[in-house]
Structures are given as structure tokens and as C-alpha cells.
Nanobody
Framework: QVQLVESGGGLVQAGGSLRLSCAAS????????MGWFRQAPGKERELVAA????????YYSDSVKGRFTISRDNAKNTVYLQMNSLKPEDTAVYYC????????????WGQGTQVAVSS
């Protein structure tokens, strides 16, 4: 069973950058397509980026395309989300989990990492 721990969030000014990490336990991490999600207060959780098992294919939602970059290091069992040109509307708790476009089930959600962008 894979368990997920997100980190790297914080408070940043608009236009700034953050790099999020998602560390996964378990030897089968490379078998899964992964995604980064976010949930803002009062809103539903949304998929913002996803990456295939090998890292060769990536998906971005329109709201983050051109600003965020997803990557993974299967040797380190880690998925990253580089976030540049941050906007106040990026403020949310960020989570990682299986890519729902590929996998029918989610793992248990981690605690997430809070990102707050001030204007």
C-alpha cells in the first residue's frame, strides 16, 4: 500500500514560486500515474496537474498551464510540482494522489500542504 506525504507549501507573494513535493512509500510507486490536486475553501478538490508512470506524458488544467510544472523521480518515490508566477487564486491546500483519468481508485488522502498567495 502506498502512502503519501505532501510538503513544501507556504506563504508567498503574488508572482513568487514554490516547489511542492509528494513522497510516497511503497515499492510500486512507479506503477502509478500521479496527480496534484488542490482544494480552496468552499470549493471542490480539483486536479491541476498529472504525470504518467514514466513521466513522459503530462497534463495541466487551463488555470495553471504555463505556470506549473509537474515532474517525478521514481528512484526517490517522489512527485514534484514547481509553481511559478503564483496568483492569489492559487491559494489552496495541495494534495497528491493517483491520476483519476488513469486509475479508478484513490489512495487515502494525505494531510496536504497549504499554499497561500498574497496580493
Amino acid at each position: 500500500q502506498v502512502q503519501l506525504v505532501e510538503s513544501g507549501g507556504g506563504l508567498v507573494q503574488a508572482g513568487g514560486s514554490l516547489r511542492l513535493s509528494c513522497a510516497a512509500s511503497g515499492r510500486t510507486f512507479s506503477s502509478y500515474a500521479m496527480g496534484w490536486f488542490r482544494q480552496a475553501p468552499g470549493k471542490e478538490r480539483e486536479l491541476v496537474a498529472a504525470i504518467s508512470r514514466s513521466g513522459g506524458n503530462k497534463y495541466y488544467s487551463d488555470s495553471v498551464k504555463g505556470r506549473f510544472t509537474i515532474s517525478r523521480d521514481n528512484a526517490k518515490n517522489t512527485v514534484y510540482l514547481q509553481m511559478n508566477s503564483l496568483k492569489p487564486e492559487d491559494t489552496a491546500v495541495y494534495y497528491c494522489n493517483f491520476d483519476p483519468r488513469v486509475h479508478s481508485n484513490y489512495l487515502a488522502w494525505g494531510q496536504g500542504t497549504q499554499v497561500a498567495v498574497s496580493s
